[in-house]
């Protein structure tokens, strides 16, 4: 713990330095998208991570975050710094009747519930039409002018972007590093290590389950919000498919489950990934991007961020 | 009153009856023996009462207040904890973090829970050991690790599941004095137990039951004397 505080800020001073060094807009569009991983890779390591809860259906909660956002701006013309937040308050609220019908199953059950709630979600996407506008989409053609400290804000600059995923990753992490730490948090271990025994001693565990699942929600549907605006187009293959349920997966499992920098590091890795494979190989990019996955997960299932900490704690001991 | 009253239990799986109209009491700070053979419904006792089964039928009560239906992690705020059969520890934890996990029941502040964790751990025999992982301890240890599980949530009413189960005699006496300091500490014990002579020794009363249904219930010495426990156990040409 008391290394992790310089670890932080120094983290936080690089997030601020970047766009100052650079004036790469691909570069800082690849941040970008890092930044915006991280918080979905955050998102869902609190509960598959630490509860040990493996949902296949977080797009669900990112496509509510997501479309609400949009659907605030371009009819009540409520601004993004509004509208994210409250995407992530629409997740939380929506995560509710969900937690309650999955968390009646265990394991690969509860798996297989979350999977089928995200294909209704995005069923209902598709069909609700008056509200969703179907398979149609929205698109947002322009931001709102906001002046920031006497400043016009460039919308078609990178730097606005960048700011706000970089403060919503400092959140999702912050939020990661609280639940580690908290009664919460422990909680979660036990639930993941054996639920009976957890209910046995006093836990409950569907309570924290819940409440657990409405946190991992809330961060997803910010980072459906984020996507909205920085994309400015939602429809529900975008929004609500199950590839970007499984990238929040990979994202955590390749970083480190249970670990409070994981999310971080498997959003670097596999952003930095896809984008060079992309680069050099036209067709058949996803071979080897999921050439990478396998190799991680079979000689480091305990992910890239997990193994540094072990391999650390191993030299620090031999000392 | 009884600290525990059990009146008409029943629950089936499926046609099978695994516990009918069963009913006991256990008084405050005795040693209650559960004994019978396989399958007599023995562990399904100890899941009706602390909600991890549901009854069909019956009553449970703790100090004349009904706990059915609750949830197991309600029950145990009650006061009723219990150990498991086949252990579960959570595995990948120290023995000091798993007992902390129970004593947050009772001590909200990471360091209160802590510090009565290791207490407890002392209690138990495995002060030595706080920092070793669950997984890793012997057989022995864990039994004892679960019984500071159980402990560290500070309940009135202890239910123990084979504590002494694959234990070797030396061992079955270490349990078996533990059993003893739990009670003197004030925590009323009910064991179910297939290792006889240590439950005849160390119970003021036991409950046979066969089949679901309780056959015989009084001082050891006497039960074991008693036609249909000796049928239930050795067959009926026996008796």
Same mark, same amino acid.
């Given at each position: 713990?008391?290394?992790?505080?310089?670890?932080? /800020?120094?983290?936080?001073?690089?997030?601020?330095?970047?766009?100052?060094?650079?004036?790469? %807009?691909?570069?800082?569009?690849?941040?970008?998208?890092? /930044?915006?991983?991280?918080?979905?890779?955050?998102?869902?390591?609190?509960?598959?991570?630490?509860?040990g #809860?493996? %949902?296949?259906?977080?797009?669900? *909660?990112?496509?509510?975050?997501?479309?609400?956002?949009?659907?605030?701006?371009?009819?009540? &013309?409520?601004?993004? =710094?509004?509208?994210?937040? /409250?995407?992530?308050?629409?997740?939380?609220? +929506?995560?509710?009747?969900?937690?309650?019908?999955?968390?009646?199953?265990r394991g690969?059950?509860? %798996?297989?519930?979350?999977?089928?709630?995200?294909?209704?979600?995005?069923? +209902?996407?598709?069909?609700?039409?008056?509200?969703?506008?179907?398979? +149609?989409?929205?698109?947002?053609?322009?931001?709102?002018?906001?002046?920031?400290?006497?400043?016009?804000?460039? =919308?078609? %600059?990178?730097?606005?972007?960048?700011?706000?995923?970089?403060?919503?990753?400092?959140?999702?992490? /912050?939020?990661?590093? =609280?639940?580690?730490?908290?009664?919460?948090?422990?909680?979660?271990?036990a639930i993941r290590e054996n639920e009976d025994a957890a209910e046995? +001693?006093?836990i409950?565990t569907?309570?924290?389950k819940?409440?657990?699942?409405? *946190?991992?929600?809330?961060?997803? &549907?910010?980072?459906?919000?984020?996507?909205?605006?920085?994309?400015?187009?939602?429809?529900?293959?975008?929004?609500?498919?199950?590839?970007?349920?499984?990238?929040?997966?990979?994202?955590?499992?390749?970083?480190?489950?249970?670990?409070?920098?994981?999310?971080?590091?498997?959003?670097?890795?596999?952003?930095?990934?896809?984008?060079?494979?992309?680069?050099?190989? #036209?067709?058949?990019?996803?071979?080897?991007?999921?050439?990478?996955?396998?190799?991680?997960?079979?000689?480091?299932?305990?992910?890239?961020? &997990?193994?540094?900490?072990?391999?650390?704690?191993?030299?620090?001991? &031999?000392? | 009153?009884?600290?525990?009253?059990?009146?008409?239990?029943?629950?089936?799986? @499926?046609?099978?009856?695994?516990?009918?109209?069963?009913?006991?009491?256990?008084?405050?700070?005795?040693?209650?023996?559960?004994?019978?053979?396989?399958?007599?419904?023995?562990?399904? $006792?100890?899941?009706?009462?602390? @909600?991890?089964?549901?009854?069909?039928?019956?009553?449970?009560?703790?100090?004349?207040?009904?706990?059915?239906?609750?949830?197991?992690?309600?029950?145990?705020?009650? @006061?009723?904890?219990?150990?498991?059969?086949?252990?579960?520890?959570?595995?990948?934890?120290?023995?000091?973090?798993? $007992?902390?996990?129970?004593?947050?029941?009772? !001590?909200?502040?990471?360091?209160?829970?802590?510090?009565?964790?290791?207490?407890?751990?002392?209690?138990?025999?495995?002060?030595?050991?706080?920092?070793?992982?669950?997984?890793?301890?012997?057989?022995?240890?864990?039994?004892?690790?679960?019984?500071?599980?159980?402990?560290?949530?500070?309940?009135?009413?202890?239910?123990?599941?084979?504590?002494?189960?694959?234990?070797?005699?030396?061992?079955?006496?270490?349990?078996?004095?533990?059993? !003893?300091?739990?009670?003197?500490?004030?925590?009323?014990? $009910?064991?179910?137990?297939?290792?006889?002579?240590?439950?005849?020794?160390?119970?003021?009363?036991?409950?046979?039951?066969?089949?679901?249904?309780?056959?015989?219930? @009084?001082?050891?010495?006497?039960?074991?004397?008693?036609?249909?426990?000796?049928?239930?156990?050795?067959?009926? !040409?026996?008796?």
């Amino acid at each position: 713990m008391t290394r992790a505080l310089p670890a932080a /800020l120094l983290g936080v001073v690089v997030l601020a330095a970047i766009p100052l060094a650079t004036r790469n %807009s691909f570069f800082l569009h690849v941040c970008i998208l890092v /930044l915006m991983w991280t918080v979905l890779g955050a998102a869902w390591n609190v509960l598959g991570g630490f509860a040990g #809860q493996v %949902s296949f259906g977080h797009a669900a *909660l990112f496509a509510v975050g997501a479309y609400t956002t949009i659907i605030l701006y371009l009819k009540c &013309g409520l601004a993004p =710094w509004w509208g994210i937040p /409250l995407g992530g308050v629409a997740a939380a609220l +929506v995560s509710f009747p969900i937690g309650i019908l999955c968390f009646r199953l265990r394991g690969p059950y509860f %798996s297989l519930a979350t999977l089928a709630v995200a294909e209704i979600i995005k069923l +209902v996407a598709l069909n609700w039409e008056s509200v969703t506008a179907g398979s +149609v989409g929205y698109l947002i053609t322009s931001l709102p002018p906001v002046r920031l400290f006497g400043l016009n804000v460039n =919308w078609e %600059s990178k730097t606005p972007f960048y700011t706000a995923a970089g403060a919503l990753a400092v959140v999702a992490l /912050l939020a990661t590093g =609280w639940l580690r730490g908290s009664r919460l948090g422990a909680y979660l271990v036990a639930i993941r290590e054996n639920e009976d025994a957890a209910e046995a +001693v006093g836990i409950d565990t569907v309570r924290a389950k819940v409440v657990t699942l409405a *946190l991992s929600a809330f961060l997803a &549907g910010m980072g459906g919000g984020f996507y909205a605006f920085y994309f400015r187009y939602v429809d529900p293959d975008a929004v609500a498919g199950i590839s970007l349920s499984m990238e929040m997966v990979f994202i955590a499992v390749v970083g480190g489950l249970g670990t409070v920098a994981g999310p971080l590091i498997g959003a670097v890795f596999l952003t930095a990934v896809a984008e060079v494979v992309r680069g050099r190989f #036209q067709t058949g990019h996803l071979i080897f991007y999921g050439l990478f996955m396998m190799l991680v997960i079979r000689f480091m299932p305990e992910g890239i961020w &997990g193994r540094a900490r072990r391999l650390t704690a191993r030299a620090a001991a &031999g000392e | 009153m009884a600290l525990l009253e059990v009146q008409g239990l029943t629950r089936h799986f @499926g046609g099978v009856s695994a516990v009918s109209d069963l009913s006991f009491s256990v008084n405050e700070g005795e040693i209650l023996g559960l004994i019978g053979p396989n399958g007599s419904g023995k562990t399904t $006792v100890f899941n009706l009462v602390t @909600g991890f089964l549901r009854p069909l039928a019956g009553a449970i009560r703790l100090d004349g207040q009904s706990v059915v239906g609750m949830r197991p992690h309600a029950v145990a705020r009650r @006061g009723i904890a219990r150990t498991f059969q086949i252990v579960k520890p959570f595995p990948g934890l120290s023995a000091l973090e798993n $007992v902390t996990l129970a004593a947050f029941l009772r !001590h909200p502040a990471r360091r209160d829970a802590e510090a009565a964790a290791a207490l407890v751990l002392g209690r138990v025999g495995l002060g030595e050991r706080l920092n070793e992982i669950a997984s890793r301890l012997t057989l022995m240890d864990q039994k004892r690790l679960e019984m500071a599980k159980a402990l560290a949530t500070t309940p009135r009413l202890l239910l123990l599941d084979e504590p002494m189960g694959g234990l070797n005699a030396t061992e079955v006496d270490n349990a078996s004095e533990l059993v !003893h300091r739990i009670r003197a500490s004030g925590v009323t014990v $009910v064991l179910v137990e297939h290792v006889m002579k240590a439950i005849m020794k160390i119970s003021d009363r036991v409950v046979v039951m066969n089949q679901g249904e309780k056959i015989a219930e @009084g001082r050891p010495e006497r039960v074991v004397e008693e036609p249909a426990v000796l049928a239930a156990y050795f067959g009926k !040409h026996v008796a």
